[in-house]
């Protein structure tokens, strides 16, 4: 039996967001659709991003200003200043460019499930965009990959 390729499990029908997009926007597009994250894309459908539900979670999330404490006429952070500057920049972006995430894996519609599974496993994701010459084809989710496995033993 020929092992089964990403492409034959990912969606071909991608919910995606654009960046300019507003948090709003991008909330009531999850929530209409019963999905926890997408894909941004630009008009070319190059993949830009991934937003999801824990980067609208931080909004909400309460945020404290660093730890420090002053010696002489210095102030020691004793927590990172860069990271309360991401979360800040985060809680109070209003379009989805401000809070996705735009260091995003990706995997090819050709790649194994093995090669998917071990993906999404090392790097604790949920989803992964399918992308061929640059451009988004699809979406995987861990669901996915369990429904393969169910029909296989079927």
Do not use: W
């Not at 800040?88 to 519609?109: H, N, R």
């Not at 992308?131 to 979406?139: A, K, P, S, T, Y």
Request: aromatic share 6%.
């Amino acid at each position: 039996m020929e092992e089964l390729k990403v492409r034959d499990i990912m969606q071909t029908q991608v919910i995606t967001v654009r960046p300019k997009a507003t948090v709003r926007e991008l909330a009531e597009l999850l929530a209409k659709h019963k999905i926890s994250g997408v894909p941004v894309v630009d008009e070319n459908n190059v993949v830009l991003g991934m937003v999801s539900e824990a980067d609208l979670i931080v909004l909400d999330a309460d945020l404290h200003f660093p730890y420090y404490i002053q010696f002489l006429d210095s102030v020691i952070y004793l927590q990172s200043v860069h990271r309360f500057e991401e979360r800040f920049k985060k809680a109070f972006g209003a379009k989805v460019a401000d809070v996705m995430t735009k260091e995003v894996k990706a995997i090819s519609p050709d790649a194994s499930l093995h090669e998917l599974a071990t993906l999404m496993a090392d790097h604790k994701i949920n989803r992964l965009p399918v992308v061929e010459d640059e451009c988004l084809v699809g979406i995987v989710t861990r669901g996915d990959i369990v429904r393969a496995i169910a029909e296989s033993k079927a």
